[in-house]
């Protein structure tokens, strides 16, 4: 979860991605990320608003939600992301970040 403080959008999420976090932590790592203080990374992977939550597998970002989501499509996408995230892996591009300006 890409965040902002005082953002109150993400204010409204934090209580799902926390129950969320515990709830599926045997199974998917989830990690919070302050986009001011990470700005390069968010603006690595592109985050323009907040909250972004975006799923990886294996390092690559297979999927995004932007803003403040019903939390059942939250759980929904966490799910989905256990189900098809290997396959997603699979066809997402990889990242260059050689030619990104990224390093």
Not at 22 to 37: C, D, G, K, P, Y
């Amino acid at each position: 979860m890409f965040y902002l403080p005082g953002c109150s959008h993400c204010t409204a999420m934090e209580p799902y991605f926390a129950e969320y976090a515990q709830e599926f932590h045997e199974t998917i790592r989830f990690v919070r990320l302050n986009a001011a203080t990470f700005g390069w990374i968010a603006q690595r992977y592109g985050i323009q608003s907040t909250p972004t939550f975006k799923f990886f597998c294996h390092g690559k970002p297979i999927r995004d939600m932007i803003g403040a989501a019903y939390p059942t499509l939250l759980r929904q996408a966490i799910e989905e992301t256990l189900i098809y995230g290997e396959a997603c892996h699979d066809s997402a591009s990889t990242i260059d970040f050689e030619i990104s300006g990224y390093a």
